[in-house]
């Protein structure tokens, strides 16, 4: 049989629609090939793997949803792939299957991945019921946050009940990711005043839940203060919502201290969104600016690939760099072509 999502020469509409028929069950029953095989197909930036990418994530959506989807950011050095690795192994150990995703803006302009190899995630890479992916390694913020957002969807069908995605703590990049998940948990060093002065106050409006990591050792009594002042900065800020105000917690990520009350938070998070309905209403909003940010792409792409839209682009991106058209009517002439 044909590799899923590969369409040759000749081969039939029915044809490729049995491919992703087939795709879909494997997936279904849980297959890390088939899951591994769907990722890419959304990853293609061919248009016949697009059109079959876009049916085959319709086709498993009544069995995505039910998974905990969680954001984790948080600076360079402040244990992100060790905390994943311990969160995930506790998971593993209580009974769920995890999968962890990264939005990694910087793969989109050097071609670079976050995650790297998996030998950052040792214990968690090892176990059958993980799944570990990087980001694209190519395109905009935007169109890796998109992809991200198909791949939990998979992720979900393939029975993952746990979704964790990591972004490297990059401004839009922590909006995407809190746009796509339940639950945004931003990592804190211990590092008292000074550290607290450096923080962007856009992170912390966002975060569910700030966590002190590395609280061990010489650094417990940090820590402890440090979770103190983010504690008091967070009474002066307005929270998401008025039935979650965001707790802070230390913990280890390296001595695993810490892991199961971090979790037991996430779910008490869960248990107060879906009393109030905040929960479903979320996620009823991240829907519909999904859908926005698609139609986005969706429209860039066909300015970019359709020769002849191509052409007229291009004269009219010179005419407004030679002063000879304003923006304003640019934009408009532009979509005008897209009718």
Known sequence: MPRPGVVKQGMTEKKASLDIKSLARDLRAGSRAALARAITLVESRRSDHQALARELVQKLLPDTGKAFRVGITGSPGVGKSTTIDALGTYLIEQGHKVAVLAVDPSSARSGGSILGDKTRMARLSASADAFIRPSPSSGTLGGVAAKTREAMLLCEAAGFGVVLVETVGIGQSETAVC???????????????????????????????????????????RANITAADYRGALHILAPRSEHWHPPVVTYSALAGTGIAELWQKVLDHRKAMSASGEFAARRREQQVKWMWSMLEQRMLARLRSEASVRTKVRKIEAEVAD?????????????????
């Open 323 to 339: 002063g000879h058209l304003t923006p304003a009517l640019a934009a408009e002439q532009i979509l005008e072509l897209l009718e």
């Open 179 to 221: 746009d796509m998940t339940d639950f945004f948990l931003a990592l804190m060093l211990p590092g008292g005043g000074d550290e607290l002065q450096g923080i962007k106050k856009g992170l912390v409006e966002l975060a569910d839940m700030i966590a002190i990591n590395k609280a061990d050792g010489d650094n417990l009594k």
